[in-house]
């Protein structure tokens, strides 16, 4: 199972939404993140232009999206449904952060459909419908200020979705991975290095003032690549060289 | 050195925006997320009500936002700044993830001010600017459809500064914490589960077919309340005085 199969398994649940714009603007950012099973409960407006012009280049989510009356038929089939909701409630299940709850929707994805449940942008989630998830899901904002946008909170939790579906390998792979410098080419360098200040009478060995464990400390920092163990010794060949 | 503390020193970055409304959604951004320092370098329109009307409840950060003509002037007295670019460069330094990206960030904060840099919508960051930068950062996206609009960007690298910086304890502060059941509560609970299914006849003793271990299974998954515990316990000997 990798970690494409888990985001198939998600749906977007919107409830109610007002602003078909809201609408355009979850299709892009699932999109980017790799989800693609938009539902909508009782939209106010869609299809609408304006929920295609939002989406961009991500109008084929919209063409596919399930257009449903209750959050109850957004819900058949999934064995684990998120309700993303701000505030604190009553009688409520323990809230997980988006984070956490990422990593434990990714954990169901074997096992069936999973939902991630917004509401409606002025309102959001009724009693009712938090009560018809299980896991309420929260994402950390500023308690002055925590005024994200429906699409903000979309593009989130698919973000989260994403990191918790993909392994670190998928997210580096394709980049170039230049070829790292051994333990032995390191501590030539260095040897060589001391060599030539010495020469230059910059490190005086009887007067050493921690010189070498500070450029030591500088190079552990750097990682060396194999190029660059070449260039660094050309260029100290070349002031040796000068200086004879 | 708490994680506002970390928050307050990070400058986040726009250079040469070229639509007011994205300056605006990132400051609206920044502010759910508790950073407060916007930067912009050659805005192609600035101050702007577009700017002012997309800021929502954060037309605080565009007031107070800095503007300067170069990256350079940006960056001037940072101790670390990350370039947030979607491609691969050549000879560019590894990149990071955001979420890598942020730690590092945030373990910094203790030095000096930090950059976020974002650019041109279009465009994105020039050579020139990422190289002003120590740091390449991206957002893991579908590498199918990698369309970030800036907010979007600027949402995401400020929500994982935030959980960089601060505690799970922070997030959670403040959720009711109801008193969860002790061990010898629970175990006081499924014995007694156990008698009202003895006396009822559903738990055969000589012919357990494991119904203890699946019960004693659910129940570990609840982790069972305080509160809870008490109801159970009331239900089953109701059972049991309804039976007698």
């Known amino acids: 199972m990798n970690g494409a199969f888990a985001l ?25 993140m790799g989800l693609s099973q938009l539902w909508l409960v009782s939209p106010a407006a869609f299809p609408d232009p304006v929920a295609d012009a939002r989406a961009s280049g991500a109008v084929d989510l919209l063409e596919s999206a399930r257009v449903v009356a209750t959050l109850e038929e957004a819900l058949a089939g999934t064995v684990l449904a998120a309700a993303v909701t701000a505030r604190r409630r009553e009688l409520s299940l323990p809230r997980m952060t988006a984070r956490a709850a990422a990593v434990e929707l990714v954990r169901w994805s074997g096992r069936g459909d999973l939902a ?71 501590e030539g360098f260095l040897a060589h290095l001391e060599q030539a200040v010495t020469e230059s009478g910059f490190h005086e060995p009887h007067n050493p003032r921690r010189l ?33």
Chains 1, 2 share one sequence.
């Not at 942008?121 to 308690?143: A, R």
């Not at 750097?222 to 004879?244: H, Y």
Request: charged share 20%; with cysteine.
């Open 8 to 32: 198939d398994r998600v749906r977007v649940v919107l409830s109610r939404p007002s602003h078909p714009g809201n609408i355009g603007a979850a299709a892009r950012a699932m999109k980017t």
């Open 116 to 186: 991630l449940v917004f509401g409606n942008e002025t309102s959001g989630l009724s009693n009712e419908e938090v009560g018809l998830c299980s896991m309420p899901v929260t994402i950390p904002t500023n308690p002055d200020f925590s005024s994200l946008n429906l699409g903000a909170a979309v593009q989130l939790l698919c973000y989260e979705m994403r990191m918790a579906a993909m392994t670190p390998a998928d997210v580096y792979a394709g980049d170039p991975q230049p070829q790292v410098a051994t333990h032995d080419e390191v």
């Open 212 to 244: 070498m464990p500070r450029l030591r400390r500088l190079f552990a920092r750097v990682r060396l690549e194999k190029e660059e163990v070449g260039i660094l010794r050309g260029m100290l060949s070349s002031f040796q060289r000068k200086a004879e």
